[in-house]
């Protein structure tokens, strides 16, 4: 916490006694939902996210922590407990997450960016420009790379990392513990001879080399200079696999393990996944939220589920129809919005879902920010119903505001109008695709196809640290 004291000449300065945690913005959550959100993922997909979605990179992960905790400890790194320690912990691991990004594009020239490639925009022309003058860094400037901690790979898998049975050592999400090292081990025979080995290269995490390293990513690029290198099943085997690849992985079996081990929370996933799985004749989102619900009766979140995702898609949709009448426009006349073809059954579909959602008293955290947008909704009637949700979305609305309401004229306020919008999910999309990627379930539920892109968990921008 920030403590004042009065120096030179009672001049207030401000120290701070703890680390401060980077604020991250959210994308998409327009009507202010995303904690309550989280609570239903969490009680439909417990320790994972939106960002997990790929086990081939969770096997690359867990071989990028058991390589860097190599040269950690030959570097004379020990304890991981203070923020110092961690980040030159992470400062041995960063430039192999980077070095898999660049072996991916170097590997897959056509289709690489149909692969989630975090830091992608720097890495590409850092690769693919003139070796003996490339940047530092990757490409990336000093605030990318720090921000990269968070907005990276493993960033976005560290979670299950610190979650899942047996990842790392006491779930501190660095210390690689048995089903990394498996993983690791597994990932390193199907490297062969471009993997990192005494043999290959100049491979040699001694103490000595390891030591003197000024630049981790020097290092890293001097010592795995097979980084780029593969043979005729390269892609199969080591590469992140494609988003709309669903095939079951060659590393299932040890995937599985943590994934869907035996703890209660993965045996939670597992039960989820083959629920959504047999609801055969589900087609769309609300639809698997409606089946879960029958399927597991007595966990009152879970039965919720329908209600709230019809009220938040409703929501939604409204907010897109505003959007699309404003297009490139400054602003225009809410009347002219209320007048739409679509207005009056988007606007009755959002007074009978709010209606519906009303009255709402679980035990769950956030719940009441579901009520309170529900009771914002007090008419049917195009104009008012619209006029409702812009002054909600700007009163409780979360990150950034699409537009607001002056002299009975919608306003644009940002200038991320011409990205599609995200819609409140569950998870369910990253859980069935890991679900099928380890076996668990024969292919990706049908309903949940059109779900890709339809929520978005990345983070956006994180302040300087």
């Known amino acids: 916490m920030p ?7 009672c ?10 945690e980077p604020i991250i913005v959210r994308r998409g959550d327009a009507l202010g939902l995303r904690a309550l959100t989280d609570s239903f993922a969490d009680a439909v997909a417990p320790d994972l996210s939106n960002r997990i979605q790929d086990g ?9 922590l058991v390589r860097s905790q190599e040269l950690f400890h030959a570097s004379g790194g020990g304890q991981i407990s203070t923020p110092s320690q ?8 960063r430039p192999l997450e980077l070095m898999w990004v660049a072996r991916t594009i170097a590997l897959d020239e056509d289709e690489w960016r149909t692969r989630s490639l975090a830091g992608s925009r720097s890495v590409q022309p850092w690769y693919q420009g003139n070796e003996r003058i490339r940047p530092p860094h990757f490409g990336m400037s000093a605030d990318q790379l720090r921000r990269y901690r968070q907005t990276g790979m493993y960033g976005g898998y560290r979670l299950g990392f610190r979650k899942w049975p047996e990842m790392t050592v006491n779930g501190d999400g660095w210390r690689p513990a048995t089903h990394s090292r498996e993983l690791a081990a597994w990932l390193d025979k199907k490297l062969g001879s471009a993997g990192l080995s005494p043999d290959n290269g100049e491979y040699e995490p ?10 981790r990513a020097e290092w890293w690029l001097k010592n795995w200079q097979t980084f780029d290198k593969g043979g005729k099943t390269a892609d199969d085997n080591t590469l992140p696999r494609r988003k709309d690849d669903f095939y079951v992985l060659p590393e299932s079996d040890q995937l599985r393990r943590s994934i869907f081990g035996s703890d209660s929370n993965g045996l939670k996933r597992q039960k989820v996944a083959e629920a959504v799985w047999k609801a055969n004749k589900a087609r769309t989102h609300i639809e698997i939220c409606s089946h879960l ?8 979140t879970i039965v919720v589920l329908p209600r709230f995702s019809r009220l938040a898609d409703a929501g939604m949709e409204a907010m897109d129809l505003i959007r699309e009448v404003l297009g490139s426009k400054a602003s225009v006349e809410l009347r002219h919005v209320a007048e739409h073809p679509k207005a009056k059954s988007v606007c009755k579909e959002l007074m009978e879902a709010a209606s519906e959602f009303k009255g709402e008293r679980l035990r769950l955290r956030h719940i009441e920010t579901g009520t309170r947008f529900a009771e914002a909704i007090t008419s049917s009637r195009p104009i008012e119903c619209l006029r409702d949700l812009i002054e909600y979305h ?7 505001r699409w537009f607001a309401l002056g002299n009975n004229e919608v306003v644009e306020r940002c200038s991320l109008l011409s990205v599609g919008s995200s819609r409140y999910r569950f998870r369910l999309w990253s859980l069935c695709r890991l679900a099928a990627q380890c076996g668990v379930i024969k292919n990706m539920p049908p309903a949940l196809l059109a779900d890709r892109g339809l929520e978005r968990d990345e983070p956006q921008e994180s302040k300087d640290e």
């Open 56 to 64: 081939r990179w969770v096997t690359i992960l867990a071989w990028c």
């Open 11 to 20: 001049v207030p300065r401000f120290f701070f006694s703890e680390p401060w």
């Open 3 to 9: 403590v004042e004291v009065e120096i030179d000449e």
């Open 293 to 300: 619900s029958g399927v597991f009766a007595d966990q009152k």
């Open 394 to 400: 700007n009163r409780y609305g979360g990150g950034l």
């Open 206 to 215: 001694s103490t000595r080399s390891a030591k003197r390293a000024k630049d």
């Open 86 to 93: 961690q980040r030159d912990r992470y400062a041995w691991l």
